[in-house]
């Protein structure tokens, strides 16, 4: 019983880890709250698990720790952030030290693997209501609609989100597969990381159902129409080519797994013809136009950082909303908001993660994709990554996922 107890927190504390990463309904709607319960519950767990066993934190944990914090703190303290904006810069404390504690419950493979599974299950699901969407529509207004602050509304059905506003008066025509998440943009990013992995476990091949699970990823990564996850999608297939071929050559359903795989890539782009155009048109558009790719990249946000010395160090969220600016580049615009000194604490930290797996620099080059279109460089789910890296773990030795 307390095994299975054990079980159930855990992976429940897996799952909160996601929610608070990428769900729209945890990080724009319900954020303050929902960070906070992240924090008290990481907290809770980590104690009661201290009792057993004596979780210490490294002495290179301790020193990045306080260089964020002290960096935060900075920023507070030069731009005069003591009243306004004062509640998301101890959300990101929160999310530093949450992580912190949750690496810290399982070791780096346990908490891949457990990643891993739980992503293809959201994965599993996310394709149902894709295609019950396409079959349809209205099944969407089977649940609440959420009016969000900064991005599409949505309806809520918990564990998937249908995009709302557009076409029909109620829904969009180019439906994309957007999960959990605020946009299908942030899905890709969970997805790909999650086969990724999956393709990278030594393991691979060994077990059955592996090619159905590649599949299931592959498929639904497609039905994001993501262009940045078309090309890391790519990237990784190709990465793991001989072992993707391998895994098909020994499988004895590939006919099956062919004909679903083709089944969900046709209902997927001939919904009266809107998506395959809509498809190739943003593909153009963003890979076409220098102006748009520099654009969406929020480059220019770096020259903020040359105009003072004392910019290096973060001008804060404030003045960074007085620019009237918007950036989906979390790198730059946490050069520029929370400061270099930063900015490169978690780039250490995620460099030295990316160096403890395989295809190292082709893990970190998908990271910087990530962070490049979407706000998830401190998020809670990657925090743990970059926390991984710093840790000293000694059962990575034997981690499947490791080099």
Not at 62 to 83: D, K, Q, R
Not at 174 to 179: C, D, K, M, Q, T
């Amino acid at each position: 019983m307390k095994g299975i107890k054990n079980f159930i927190n855990k992976n429940v504390l897996i799952i909160l880890v996601l929610y608070t990463t990428c769900s729209i309904f945890f990080i724009e709607i319900y954020y303050s709250i929902a960070i906070t319960l992240f924090l008290l519950i990481s907290c809770a767990v980590f104690v009661l698990s201290n009792k057993e066993n004596k979780l210490l934190f490294s002495k290179n944990e301790i020193i990045v720790y306080y260089i964020m914090i002290f960096s935060i703190l900075s920023v507070i303290l030069i731009n005069n952030c003591y009243a306004e904006s004062i509640n998301s810069y101890a959300a990101i404390l929160m999310q530093i030290t949450g992580t912190l504690l949750i690496t810290h419950l399982f070791s780096m493979e346990v908490f891949i693997q457990r990643y891993v599974n739980i992503v293809m299950i959201f994965a599993a699901i996310s394709l149902v209501c894709f295609g019950l969407y396409h079959i349809y529509p209205s099944i969407a207004l089977l649940f609440p609609k959420t009016e969000a602050v900064n991005s599409l509304s949505y309806y809520n059905a918990v564990v998937h989100v249908f995009q709302a506003s557009g076409a029909y008066d109620f829904l969009v025509p180019f439906y994309r597969n957007a999960g959990i998440c605020w946009e299908p943009g942030a899905y890709q990013a969970i997805l790909n990381l999650a086969l990724w992995f999956f393709l990278s476990d030594s393991k691979l091949g060994s077990r059955k159902y592996d090619l159905a699970k590649v599949v299931l990823l592959v498929v639904t990564i497609g039905t994001t129409y993501s262009t940045t996850g078309y090309l890391v999608l790519a990237l990784s297939l190709l990465v793991h080519l001989k072992k993707v071929t391998n895994l098909i050559l020994k499988s004895r359903s590939i006919t099956l797994i062919a004909v679903v795989g083709v089944a969900f890539g046709i209902l997927a782009v001939t919904r009266k013809g809107v998506s395959t155009l809509t498809m190739f048109n943003k593909m153009a558009r963003e890979f076409g136009d220098l102006n748009v790719l520099f654009e969406r990249l929020s480059l220019g946000d770096l020259k903020l950082l040359f105009d003072s010395p004392v910019n290096m160090l973060g001008i804060g969220f404030k003045r960074y909303q007085l620019l009237n600016t918007q950036s989906a580049n979390s790198i730059t615009h946490t050069a520029v908001t929370l400061g270099m000194p930063f900015l490169l604490s978690l780039a250490t930290m995620y460099g030295m993660f990316c160096r403890k797996m395989k295809h190292s620099f082709v893990l970190l080059l998908m990271l910087v994709m990530f962070f490049s279109t979407e706000s998830f460089i401190w998020r809670p789910l990657f925090l743990c990554f970059a926390w991984y890296g710093v840790k000293n773990d000694k059962s990575n030795r034997n981690n499947t996922y490791c080099k």
